[in-house]
């Protein structure tokens, strides 16, 4: 039998191996991120969170906002892989624990690792375990949770978790702002939101007519097109549109 000798690796070579290894992990997590952000920055957040869940060693994701939580159906569900009929029986689990945590608690529990055990009547993924973990986190006035299934026996530290919940935070910030920014492509003209302007302030197509010196015909194409852009059908939902959005 062949015996391959090894030098003593000795203290010196030990720290050599441990700055190795961590060299070695921070340079996978470079390349996970530019992964993310090119999945993040082309809207394609259901792979974001794919290469998250990797990460997180999880079987499963589901990307869930809390401000919709308690809505019926599933429409609090941003996106997931989790089989449906799991994704509708965690609903009512979700829900509760929501409605059961004060403000202050939310706000506490923000980038905090959370572990519950689902109900014994709930099936899961072969191999998955009962014990599932999310991390909620905010984007903007958005607050969201990245709920995580494990596969069973498997430990996530909560420091691993709170890393997870930042990059999931930055992926629908970057989407979110790839969505706007195409959205922008749409944008009224300066003559168009100056006809909006004089509508919410009353104005006929007559007097914003006088006002900016041009034909009614031509306020009225203006108006038309906003119409059309902003996707309302009278002057008052246009208007209404305009101050959600703050173009008045």
């Known amino acids: 039998m062949n015996v391959e000798l090894l030098a003593p690796v000795g203290d010196q070579g030990i720290r050599n191996l441990v ?7 921070q340079r996978l997590r ?19 969170m794919r290469i998250l869940a990797d990460y997180a060693g999880a079987s499963h994701y589901l990307l869930a906002r809390y401000d919709l939580i308690q809505e019926q159906g599933l429409d609090f569900v941003v996106t997931a892989d989790w089989p449906f009929d799991l994704a509708r029986s965690l609903a009512s689990e979700l829900a509760g624990s929501c409605s059961r945590a004060t403000e202050l608690e939310k706000c506490m529990g923000l980038l905090q690792a959370k572990f519950v055990l689902l109900p014994t009547n709930i099936d899961v993924p072969a ?20 709920v995580l299934l494990l596969p069973d026996g ?7 978790l709170r890393d997870v919940g930042l990059l999931a935070a930055y992926c629908v910030s970057l989407s979110a702002g790839r969505s706007q920014k195409a959205d922008r ?17 009353g ?3 007559d007097e914003i007519a006088t006002i900016l010196g041009i034909s009614r015909n031509t306020i009225n194409n203006y108006i038309t097109s906003v119409m059309r852009k902003t996707a309302t059908k009278t002057r008052s939902e246009a208007i209404a549109y305009a101050v959600r959005n703050n173009l008045v």
């Open 19 to 25: 700055v190795a290894d961590r060299t070695n992990g």
């Open 30 to 48: 470079d390349q996970m991120i530019k992964q993310l952000s090119a999945a993040a920055s082309l809207g394609n957040l259901p792979v974001a």
């Open 185 to 201: 492509d749409f944008e009224l003209t300066e003559r168009e939101l100056e006809c909006l302007f004089w509508i919410a302030e």
């Open 154 to 160: 498997f430990v996530i530290s909560p420091d691993r």
């Open 203 to 205: 104005k006929t197509s």
């Open 127 to 146: 191999g998955a375990s009962r014990q599932y973990c999310s991390v909620m986190f905010n984007v903007g006035r958005t607050r969201l949770a990245l």
